[in-house]
């Protein structure tokens, strides 16, 4: 089954206004890709981004999102907000906010939930610790973790993209092996295939310490299709080099 890879830019809590339009005048000057391509941005620069990447074949998302519609909730931003801001994505269940926001696996889903619901494809990362893996628990942790986004999606499960990040290669320069990374990757679609008939076409990115010297050999893997960039995203170079690594 072929799949259209995808790289994300996950900017994190990066960015200022001089920096972000240098950035995607990087990555816009680099066109054509053969991958799709996209930047999740911080809240506030969601609509100057959506400007400058309108009528590009980039793309543009959020970080979060509320499992809320709307309502006296401070602080937080709904899935219907960003789809009027034109954003094709939203990352939910990234595991700094998993760990510094103590959201639960059931969060998770009902955020991928409501941001389906309003035409936002969520990136629903699962990813063990250190401690998990070396306590033999990487499989368990990252089916329990995307086990409770299929039981809520149920039939549009087939509809989101799954990011794999383990949170201890997370910024640390310590990317999982091409190997360690498929080999979860293939556990997740075996558990997509017996969720929904759509496994084989969804997107399974790969996120951790992905950076030029490293990105091709991941992305070759049969279940890799494709990234979520943190630190190397920052820099158009890098990030072009990375998007440039994806297969077809
Ligand atoms: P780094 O690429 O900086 O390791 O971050 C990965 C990540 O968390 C993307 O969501």
């Known amino acids: 089954m072929s799949r259209r890879?995808?790289?994300v830019g996950n900017w994190k809590m990066h960015g200022s206004r001089?920096?972000?339009a240098a950035l995607l005048d990087g990555i816009l000057q680099a066109r054509p890709f053969t991958c799709d391509v996209a930047v999740c941005v911080p809240f506030p620069y969601l609509s100057e981004t959506a400007v400058t990447l309108a009528g590009s074949d980039l793309r543009w998302g959020a970080q979060d999102c509320s499992v809320h519609e709307q309502g006296a909730y401070t602080g937080e931003v709904s899935a219907g907000m960003l789809a009027e801001f034109g954003c094709r994505y939203v990352i939910v269940g990234h595991s700094e906010r998993r760990a510094l926001h103590a959201e639960s696996d059931q969060q998770v889903a009902d955020k991928a939930k409501a941001a389906l619901a309003k035409g936002v494809t969520p990136i629903v990362c699962v990813g063990e610790t250190l401690a998990q893996r070396e306590a033999g628990q990487t499989e368990a942790v990252v089916k329990r973790q995307l086990?409770?986004?299929i039981h809520t999606l149920t039939h549009c499960a087939g509809e989101m993209v799954?990011?794999?990040e383990?949170?201890?290669a997370i910024g640390t320069g310590l990317s999982a092996t091409p190997e360690q990374a498929q080999a979860v990757h293939?556990?997740?679609r075996a558990q997509l295939r017996a969720a929904t008939p759509h496994a084989d076409g969804m997107k399974i990115?790969?996120?951790g310490s992905v950076k030029p010297d490293n990105a091709s050999v991941l992305f070759s893997m049969p279940d890799i299709d494709g990234g979520l960039i943190g630190g190397a995203a920052l820099k158009a170079a890098d990030f072009v080099s990375i998007c440039r690594a994806a297969r077809l």
């Open 5 to 7: 890879s995808l790289v």
């Open 147 to 149: 086990s409770a986004v």
């Open 205 to 207: 990115l790969y996120g």
């Open 166 to 168: 383990p949170v201890w």
């Open 186 to 188: 293939a556990l997740l």
């Open 162 to 164: 799954v990011a794999y």
């Open 18 to 20: 001089p920096a972000n």
